[in-house]
């Protein structure tokens, strides 16, 4: 079988793409294949994903991935992002919080959160209560973040 792109070499590489819900199978001789799959700077390093087709160009345009294969295929385009996106190479999800200052700042911040929506819908009494509960949790812990602040103006 024939290379389709030059049409002259004998197809050594193939290359599945799933368009449509269709899967489409194009045969490639080696040279096109790195041509058009394998980057100029280096010769380990793809451009797309042999398996879905999803570009580098793609990824960063959108930052979402084809398949789970795209991580391999495409790792010098995916972990920088991924690495930035959640500090660091390993996810390690959800952490406890192990000090009871940590759990009374985390209620802090979700009573201040009801207490900015309450502010901004005009509602003073309904933020009050909110405040009065994050003033009674500071005093258990001790003091009064940085971070802690109100709207500056409401948002219409």
């Known amino acids: ?6 049409k002259k070499n004998q197809a050594t590489k193939t290359y599945e793409l799933i368009k449509n819900g269709m ?3 194009v045969y490639y001789c080696l040279e096109c294949y790195h041509n058009d799959f394998v980057c100029v700077e280096t010769e380990t390093t793809l451009s ?3 398996y879905c087709g999803t570009t580098v160009a793609q990824f ?3 930052s979402l991935v084809g398949c789970a294969n ?3 295929a495409l790792a010098h385009a995916v972990f920088p992002v991924v690495t930035k996106m959640q500090g660091g190479e390993k996810h390690r999800g959800k952490q406890a919080y192990s000090t009871a200052e940590e759990r009374i700042e ?3 911040n ?7 929506k309450h502010y901004l819908a005009n509602d003073d009494k309904g933020a009050a209560v909110y405040e009065e509960k994050i003033d009674e949790l500071r005093a258990q812990k001790g003091g009064e973040p940085i971070w802690h602040s109100r709207p500056l103006s409401k948002q219409s």
Do not use: V
């Open 1 to 6: 079988m024939l290379c389709a792109k030059c």
């Open 23 to 25: 899967r489409q199978t």
């Open 60 to 62: 960063k345009k959108t």
């Open 48 to 50: 797309a994903c042999p």
């Open 106 to 108: 985390r209620r802090c």
């Open 70 to 72: 795209c991580y391999e």
């Open 110 to 116: 979700e009573l201040d959160i009801m207490a900015n």
